[in-house]
Every structure is written in C-alpha cells, then in structure tokens.
C-alpha cells in the first residue's frame, strides 16, 4: 500500500492534531468544471463516467489538479448504484435528475427485495482500486453510500425531487413493509462498503440527503437506526487501520446528540447549523464536517473569505474540524471562486492549531 503524503483529513476525522483545517468539497468533482463537462462528453454520460474505471479516475482526479489545496479526493459515483444493483433499472433524462424504471409499492415487489451479488457493483469497486493507483498517496480516497432511508427514497418514489408522500405513508400505514426495505438496503450498504474499504477507501461517507424530512421520531426509526447498523458493520483496512467514518443527515441539524452516539468518528453540516454551537452540542464524541453554505460561492472572493472566516472562528480553536460545504457544490459556481476558498481556508485556519 502506498504511503500518504498528506493524511491531514485523516487525523482531523480522528481528531488528531493538524496544522490547518483540511477542506474537500461535496461534488467536488462535477458540472461547474469544463474538464468534467468535456469529460462527460467524451465518455457520453453521466453512468458512462461511473461505469468505466478510467473516466471515473481520470474525473476524481480533475479537482485535485486544478486545486492543490483539497485534502480528500471522494470516488466519482453516485449513491443510486446500489438501488440499480437491487434491479430498479437507473437511468437520467437530460436536465431531469435520476429515475428508476420499476419502483417499490406493491407488496409482492417488495417482498421479493434481496440483497444483490456484489459482482453487480464490481465496476465501483474496480474505479476505487484505480483511483488509488493514479492517487500515489497525494491524498486519501472516501468512499461513499446513501444512507438507507434515502436510498429507500429513490426506490418507492422512482424518481428524486418529491415531497416523499409514497414512502412516509408507507412508514405510516406498512411500516413492516418499509423495514424490510431498509434492512434489505442496510445490509446491501454494509457489503458495499466494506468492499470499497477492500478495494482502497480510506474514509467512508454517509449521505442520508433526505434524513431532514422525516418527522422527529421517525428519524430515529427509518434513518438513524439504519446508520447505526451500517457503522457497525464497517470492517478495518486490509493493513489493519480503522476506516473512520462520517454520517451526514442533510436538515438533521436538530438531532446531532443522538447522530453522535451512533459511532461514527464525523458528523457532516449543513448550513442551517451554527458549527460552534454544534460543537458544544456532541462535545469531543465527534469530529465536524462542514458547513459553507454552498450558494456563498456564488458571490464574491471577499464575500467567501468572510464566510470561512466566520465558519472558522464559529468552530474555534482545537482540533477535529474538517472543512466542507453544507451541501454539494452547484453546478454554476465559478471554478476560481472554490480558489478564493480553499485559499481563505489554509490562509485562515493555522491560527487555530497552535
Ligand atoms: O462528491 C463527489 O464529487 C462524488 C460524486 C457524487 C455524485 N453523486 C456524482 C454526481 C456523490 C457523492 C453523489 C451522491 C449523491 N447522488 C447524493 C447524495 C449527496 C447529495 O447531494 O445529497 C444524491 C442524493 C445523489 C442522487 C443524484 N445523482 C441526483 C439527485 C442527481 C441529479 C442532480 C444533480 O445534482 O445533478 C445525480 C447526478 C449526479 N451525481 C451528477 C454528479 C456529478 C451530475 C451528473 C451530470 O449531469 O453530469
């Protein structure tokens, strides 16, 4: 295994000292740079990209040349892989977002959920192999997954950008219905997973994008339950070393007491939460990821470095601080204002880890 030449997200997820707060950006590799929009061209689509173990690299790669200053490359893939593993037939319309052929509501399809062959996802687990390579130790590589209640989304809507009314009735009226779902797409996650971390992942991510619309108690019982299994199941790297791990409930900003006990290393913010305040709130349990609000990127170079400023200060001085957007970055930032970020942030952050 090759040795890394900047571990600092590593040590900040594990709340080790560092010498300035390390920054990735969601998405960080996306529509707002012209390499991947040219990439995308060449390689046709989107799922192309992901589907072939080069264009996935070669795309991973592109933030991290065009900005020195990212600590973290994250596996050019999308959280819909597993759903379309499971048989519910993924495909994009142009400008539309995902959409599944078949969908889950009938009792008899969901009855007949299993946890699919991994073959399945080998192509995941072969770009995570060869993005490794092509890194040589720059940075670390995350691997990722939704969490099963936003993967459970996709699968009973067959499409994103709804309000969820099939699938919170369904948690309503059949919640046994929805359990099997979940637990069928937890176990699914905690392979898929631990096969990333075999392949190279060095930190793995949770996305629960949707977590945020579920109701107080039903978070626990549809969302949070389900991470917690998944942390659970994680396996440590091939030279022993634990994989540290980061749940991010977008609009979870209400629960981050009982998202730190579920032992995961990293909470991941949006930018409804204040970051300091946050901290108080998990105490040292947890390392915190986040939380620009991504439309900032969209202003100015000063308006920016206001913001991180502001962000840093909030979380203060001490270690465990991983710096990050509150959401993915938007396919309209200018490419030289996510500069005038990373720039402000290593300008800024040494102050905090004398
Ligand atoms: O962060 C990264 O750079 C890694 C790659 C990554 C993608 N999707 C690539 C992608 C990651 C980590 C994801 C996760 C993902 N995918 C989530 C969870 C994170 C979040 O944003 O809340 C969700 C909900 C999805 C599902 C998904 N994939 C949607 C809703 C869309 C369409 C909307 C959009 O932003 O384009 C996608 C497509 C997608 N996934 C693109 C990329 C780069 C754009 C594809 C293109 O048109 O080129």
């Keep these: 295994m090759n040795q890394l030449k900047n571990d600092t997200f590593l040590k900040a997820l594990m709340r080790q000292p560092t010498d300035y707060t390390p920054v990735w950006m969601m998405r960080q590799a996306g529509r707002y740079l012209p390499e991947y929009r040219e990439s995308r061209k060449t390689a046709g689509s989107f799922l192309q990209l992901c589907k072939n173990a080069q264009f996935a690299t070669d795309v991973t790669l592109q933030p991290l040349d065009r900005y020195p200053l990212l600590d973290a490359a994250i596996l050019f893939s999308d959280i819909l892989t597993v759903p379309d593993a499971m048989g519910l037939g993924l495909y994009f319309e142009e400008g539309e977002g995902p959409k599944f052929e078949r969908t889950l509501q009938q009792e008899a399809d969901i009855q007949k959920l299993v946890v699919p062959d991994m073959a399945k996802l080998q192509y995941v687990f072969d770009a995570v192999s060869s993005i490794r390579q092509a890194l040589d130790g720059r940075v670390p590589l995350i691997g990722f997954s939704g969490s099963p209640w936003t993967l459970a989304t996709y699968m009973v809507e067959g499409k994103g950008g709804t309000d969820f009314l099939t699938t919170k009735k369904m948690a309503y009226a059949r919640p046994d219905l929805l359990h099997h779902i979940l637990e069928t797409t937890a176990q699914t996650v905690i392979q898929y997973l631990n096969a990333q971390i075999m392949a190279g992942a060095q930190a793995v991510m949770i996305f629960d994008s949707w977590g945020g619309a579920l109701s107080h108690n039903a978070y626990t019982e549809f969302s949070l339950n389900y991470m917690q299994k998944i942390v659970?199941?994680?396996?440590?790297?091939?030279?022993?070393?634990?994989?540290?791990?980061?749940?991010?409930?977008?609009?979870?900003?209400?629960?981050?007491?009982?998202?730190?006990?579920?032992?995961?290393?990293?909470?991941?913010?949006?930018?409804?939460?204040?970051?300091?305040?946050?901290?108080?709130?998990?105490?040292?349990?947890?390392?915190?990821?986040?939380?620009?609000?991504?439309?900032?990127?969209?202003?100015?170079?000063?308006?920016?470095?206001?913001?991180?400023?502001?962000?840093?200060?909030?979380?203060?001085?001490?270690?465990?601080?991983?710096?990050?957007?509150?959401?993915?970055?938007?396919?309209?930032?200018?490419?030289?204002?996510?500069?005038?970020?990373?720039?402000?942030?290593?300008?800024?952050?040494?102050?905090?880890h004398v």
């Design 232 to 352: 659970n199941g994680l396996i440590k790297t091939n030279d022993g070393r634990k994989v540290p791990s980061i749940v991010f409930t977008k609009g979870g900003g209400l629960w981050l007491e009982a998202q730190a006990g579920i032992g995961s290393d990293a909470l991941g913010l949006d930018w409804t939460v204040d970051i300091g305040s946050a901290r108080q709130r998990v105490g040292d349990k947890v390392a915190l990821q986040g939380n620009l609000d991504p439309a900032i990127l969209l202003s100015t170079p000063e308006a920016i470095e206001k913001e991180v400023i502001s962000v840093l200060a909030s979380y203060g001085k001490g270690h465990g601080h991983v710096f990050n957007l509150g959401h993915g970055i938007t396919q309209w930032t200018p490419p030289e204002n996510a500069a005038a970020m990373l720039t402000a942030i290593r300008a800024h952050s040494q102050q905090y």
